[in-house]
């Protein structure tokens, strides 16, 4: 005699979760049904709505808000909802999609609220208030040098236009020589032999080079296409320096308000200055931000350092292991299985900057006489560069997160030791293959 099963559904453990469903216009708010005669309603994109649906929410003693992530247009609704005091998670569409069949805004609420009552919802990572200020000032001016990058290249432009080589025998256009002379050419001056005699004496091209690239046609349509083009790349820098002052206020608050460090800050690996880095040194600052050193990592250098706690902040204990951290980066190989057979391991693409940063700072490393090096020079011959790449910046990022959570110091052991281990390493792998089959391995006298 069969027994007719009860239905069990879903054990609730968000009984007081909320969701909104974030649009461009307005937002459709869903809460638990038993909560209000009328569980989703619809608020305007307007601040005063939007300060109306917080006062709502915690009205109906609402704890906990999930929204996904649409456009930048979540962003007022997050802050609004995060000073009423709510707990908020941005999640990512993807893990959050509505089962197939009708599709509208009210039923996208109520599917978002159903399943973050039931925990089912992940949390995307976002930095607090003052590294959150950080990372969009450091973003702000990472977009202003790409603006600034592409005035550059009308300059360039524009002296071809002229038949002027100036970019071509000149290393940077926009360096100490390139500038000087391009200033000159915009105020009048024409005489080769006055505007040569303008070059830097760190400027490898001779005065005669210069001279002979100077020689140009002239036209007052071109000329005024450079002098727009230099305009517009004044502007974008004088932009880039008002960006420096905020950034530097900001990691001024972030310092006076963390511990003295224990340890003094070392000194510096390398004294050269990277290209568009901030005119100010961060190494002080962010010795007193994090407690520790991150440019005696091999690969971050004081910038990088800057980028990486703009975007991971300085408590990475939201990810519990390194590998959660490398995952989150789309550094670590995917695991795609199916019935015990593996599909795909191959890296999801990721749009995250923190992963390019670690990628470019992969490539730099991977020209060192260090452990690192020597790691990405004998991956990259066996498996290809690309490859290389993502597993040296993998390694970085481990050495990232561990200095950060545990004070991990790092000591690098050099190019040498990498391979000494590597040549071990190979050898027992070798004896222990030659005994499954009954041989033994000896090592020949003279022969290292």
């Not at 990472?142 to 236009?161: C, G, N, P, S, V």
């Not at 091209?205 to 007052?220: D, F, K, M, R, S």
């Not at 050898?427 to 003279?446: P, S, T, W, Y």
């Amino acid at each position: 005699m069969s027994r007719r099963s009860k239905a069990v559904g879903l054990p609730i453990l968000n009984a007081r979760a909320a969701a909104v469903d974030i649009g461009a216009r307005f937002h459709v708010v869903a809460v638990p049904s038993e909560l209000c005669a009328e569980p989703v309603q619809t608020f305007q994109a307007f601040t005063g709505d939007l300060h109306r649906m917080a006062n709502w929410l915690s009205a109906l003693g609402i704890t906990t808000v999930a929204m996904e992530s649409t456009g930048v247009y979540w962003i007022p609704v997050y802050e609004v909802l995060e000073d009423a005091g709510l707990e908020v998670i941005v999640t990512n569409a993807r893990e959050a999609r509505a089962v197939p069949g009708r599709k509208s805004d009210i039923k996208d609420a109520q599917w978002l609220q159903r399943l973050h009552a039931c925990g089912l919802l992940r949390a995307s990572f976002r930095p607090g208030r003052e590294i959150a200020a950080l990372r969009a000032y450091l973003r702000l001016r990472e977009r202003h040098l790409d603006y600034a990058a592409a005035h550059i290249q009308h300059m360039q432009k524009a002296l071809t236009f002229m038949n002027l080589h100036l970019h071509h025998v000149v290393s940077d256009v926009t360096g100490a020589t390139g500038l000087r002379i391009v200033r000159a050419i915009i105020a009048g001056e024409r005489d080769t032999k006055v505007l040569a005699r303008m070059r830097d004496l760190r400027c490898k091209a001779t005065h005669e080079v210069i001279e002979a690239a100077l020689q140009g046609n002239y036209q007052p349509e071109h000329v005024f296409a450079l002098q727009q083009a230099l305009e517009l790349y004044d502007f974008y820098q004088r932009q880039v320096e008002q960006c420096d002052r905020q950034i530097e206020q900001v990691l001024t608050r972030l310092a006076a308000q963390s511990p003295a460090p224990t340890a003094p800050l070392p000194k510096p690996r390398h004294r050269t200055k990277q290209p568009n880095a901030v005119d100010f040194d961060t190494r002080p600052l962010l010795h007193q931000i994090t407690g520790t050193d991150l440019t005696q990592i091999h690969g971050i250098g004081p910038y990088l350092a800057l980028r990486l706690v703009s975007e991971c902040g300085t408590d990475l204990s939201r990810w519990p292991t390194a590998k959660h951290f490398t995952s989150w980066l789309s550094l670590s190989p995917g695991c795609k299985i199916s019935g015990g057979k593996v599909l795909s391991s191959r890296t999801r693409r990721s749009s995250n900057p923190v992963a390019a940063h670690l990628r470019l700072a992969a490539v730099t490393v991977g020209r060192t006489d260090t452990a690192l090096g020597a790691f990405y020079r004998r991956l990259a011959a066996r498996l290809g560069k690309a490859k290389a790449v993502t597993a040296t910046a993998r390694k970085i990022a481990v050495l990232f997160y561990n200095t950060m959570r545990y004070g991990a110091d790092y000591k690098d052991p050099g190019a040498d030791y990498y391979e000494a281990a590597y040549r071990d390493r190979v050898v027992k792998q070798l004896q222990r293959r030659a005994a499954n089959f009954g041989f033994r391995l000896e090592a020949i006298d003279g022969v290292s």
